[in-house]
């Protein structure tokens, strides 16, 4: 089974809007589905409202912003890692400011990627438009 | 990833090997590659044992590309073993198998595999899955990373 659906979480709504515009560029069949913080992360990843419309099963991906308010990308990840029911789940972790300590401290805790967030449009394109066909068309997932 | 990195490939099946080292020719891929026949030889490419001690010649690679089917240590193996060394556990690492039984699935991600492709049927299909990850890998951040394990 091939999941139907991606989780992008990112606490700017220019940057979801973009990022979303991009992977659809790149002809994915899977439902983009939106999360503006960590709270919400967990709300679509356990189906709680307002996530009850979106298809079921585990995402292709959870792409996560580094950084946000509230939760910190890092913790994301922490929690999802230590849920039985995410632990397998592909997260793929981006950031504008990249710091070398953080970027070894994600793929410690199983981050399965980690990309720069340019600040250009042609930069995001070239990376998001890439990121979304690699785990949408071409990575398997455990379902 | 810098197209200079390393990539270590391990794959025992020869006709597999040269269609895998055709498709990346033909995909254009710009990264040096090592071809390792078991788990065992990437463990001891990683350790730096034996001719692998001349990190001139064989660089610590920044990505692994394993087979899960494999004389004496298998993928599955390798990827346990890379979870019981922290330094080398963050090395980006991606199967490239036929199998696409869910519980192989499973136990991969469960290991801490990045990412899991399953072989296609076609050269052409390869090739074309190769330069995706390509493209995908180039544009990732990886870590820095030790010359050995």
Redesign the interface.
């Known amino acids: 089974m091939v999941p139907t659906w991606m989780l992008i979480a990112d606490d700017d709504p220019n940057d979801r809007f973009l990022i979303g515009k991009i992977i659809k560029e790149g002809d994915v069949d899977q439902e983009l589905v939106f999360a503006s913080d960590g709270y919400d992360v967990f709300k679509a990843l356990h189906r709680d409202p307002p996530y009850e419309s979106r298809p079921y099963g585990p995402p292709a991906v959870i792409i996560l912003d580094h950084q946000m308010p509230g939760l910190s990308g890092l913790e994301i990840l922490r929690r999802i890692r230590s849920d039985p029911e995410s632990a397998l789940i592909p997260v793929v972790m981006h950031s504008g400011q990249m710091r070398a300590h953080e970027i070894r401290e994600a793929y410690r805790l199983g981050a399965n990627a980690y990309v720069e967030k340019p600040v250009n449009y042609e930069g995001l394109r070239r990376i998001f438009k890439e990121l979304g066909i690699f785990w949408g068309q071409v990575n398997v997932v455990s379902v | 990833m810098n197209p200079n990195h390393h990539i270590v490939i391990a794959e025992d099946n020869e006709d597999d090997v040269f269609i895998l080292q055709r498709a990346l020719q033909k995909a254009g891929i710009p990264n040096p590659t090592h071809i390792c026949n078991d788990g065992e030889e990437v463990i001891n490419y990683l350790k730096a044992v034996g001719p692998y001690a001349d990190r001139q010649n064989y660089p610590f690679p920044r990505m692994l590309i394993l087979d899960l089917k494999m004389p004496r240590l298998s993928g599955f193996d390798v990827l346990r073993w890379l979870r019981g060394n922290?330094d080398c556990?963050?090395i980006?690492t991606m199967v490239l198998t036929s199998s696409?039984e869910?519980k192989d699935?499973?136990e991969?991600?469960?290991l801490?595999v990045?990412?899991?492709?399953?072989k296609p049927p076609t050269f052409e299909e390869l090739q074309s899955?190769l330069m995706?990850?390509s493209?995908?890998?180039t544009?990732?951040?990886?870590?820095?990373l030790p010359l050995k394990c």
Do not use: D, I, K, T
């Open positions: 922290p556990s963050v980006p696409r869910p699935v499973q991969a991600y469960r801490g990045n990412a899991y492709l399953v899955m995706c990850v493209s995908f890998w544009c990732c951040e990886v870590p820095e």
